[in-house]
C-alpha cells in the first residue's frame, strides 16, 4: 500500500475543504477504498475520516419521505420499520448485498460510491481506461460474462454493483450534498452517474471535494407495490448478473404506475422510461410486460458472454411484475 496522509474531520465543512485537496478521498466504512488501496488500484495522497461526522441519523420529513443520513450503516438502513414498512424495496436490495459483516460496516455514501467490480478494473497488468485513461479496455474482447449490455461505450462496458442505488433510482431518491463553498446541492439519483462515454473514470457529477450528507425518499406512491428481485450466480454474497427494482400501483384493473430500475445491466442503475410508458393505462396480462421489456431491451447489445442476460433480465422482469400483479 502506498503512503497517505490521515484526517479525521471535525466537520462536514472540514471534510469539503480538506476532501478537495489534489488525490483526497473521503473514507467512511472503507468497506470497498481500503481493499482497493491495498491492491494499488487507489492510491489517493490522503484520506479525510468522516465516520464520526453526524449524519448517522433517518429523518421524517414534512412531506412524508425521509433524510437518511450519508453514514447510516447499511444494516440499519434495511432494518428501520419505516423502511420495512414503506419503501420495502429498498430493504430487500439492501439485504440482498454483500454480507452481514459487510452491511454493518458499510454506509449510504459509500454504498452509492462503491467502484466496479469489472475483473480487469482489478487486475493491475490489464489495459482499463477507469483505471488508467487512455490505457484501453481488456473487458471488450475479453471475459464479458458481467458486463454491460445497456450504456457502455467504445472504451467502457463495466456494470454499477450496487443493490441499493438500484432500489433507490426506482424509489426517485435525491442524493443530498455540501459543496466545498459551503452550498447544498439537492441531485435527482437519476442525474447523479455518469455514462461512461470516452472518460469512464468519472463516474459522477460530483466536484472536488463535495461531500454525500445524505439521501432524500419522497413517500412512495399511494397503493403502490414493491419487489426486488435478483439473479446472481449464488445465493448469497455475489454481484447481480441482472436484478429489477419495481414498484407498481394497480387501480380499477389498469396500471396506474410503474417505476422500474435495473440491476447487472448498465453502468448506472438503469431506469427505462419507455417500458415504464408501455406499461402506464395497461391492464396487467404478461403480453403487456412482455412488451414492456421490449422497450426496455430495444438498444440492448449482448458481448458474447453476456448475451444470456438479456432473455434474463426479460424473464426476471416479467416475473416481478407478475408477482406484483398477481397475474397469471
Ligand atoms: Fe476498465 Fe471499464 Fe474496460 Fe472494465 S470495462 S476494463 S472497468 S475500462
Known sequence: MKPFSYTRAESAEAATRDG??????FIAGGTNL??????????????VDISRLPLGG??????????????????????????????????????AGA????????????NLLQRTRCYYFYDRVSPCNKREPGAGCAAIGGHTRIMAVLGGSAQCIATHPSDMAVALRALDATVVTLQADGDRR?????????????????????????LITGVALPPPPGGARQAYRKVRDRASYAFALVSVAAVVAVAEGRIAHAALAFGG????????????????????????????ADALLADARGQGENDFKIPLVRRTLIATLAELTETR
Not at 450503516?73 to 420495502?88: E, H, V
Open 186 to 210: 439537492r441531485i435527482p439519483l437519476g442525474g447523479f452517474y455518469r455514462l461512461p462515454g470516452d472518460t469512464p473514470q468519472i463516474e459522477t457529477v460530483l466536484a472536488p471535494g463535495e
Open 20 to 25: 478537495g485537496a489534489a488525490g483526497a478521498r
Open 58 to 95: 433517518i429523518e421524517a420529513q414534512a412531506d412524508g419521505g425521509l433524510l437518511i443520513g450519508a453514514l447510516v450503516p447499511n444494516s440499519d438502513l434495511a432494518a428501520d420499520p419505516r423502511i420495512i414498512a414503506r419503501w420495502p424495496v429498498l430493504a430487500r436490495a439492501l439485504l
Open 34 to 47: 481500503l481493499d482497493l488501496m491495498k491492491s494499488e488500484i487507489e492510491t489517493p495522497a490522503s484520506l
Open 265 to 292: 445491466l448498465a453502468p448506472l442503475p438503469w431506469r427505462s422510461a419507455a417500458a415504464e410508458a408501455a406499461l402506464i393505462g395497461q391492464a396487467p396480462s404478461r403480453p403487456v410486460f412482455a412488451a414492456a
Open 99 to 110: 454480507s452481514g459483516q459487510l452491511r454493518n460496516k458499510a454506509t449510504v455514501g459509500g
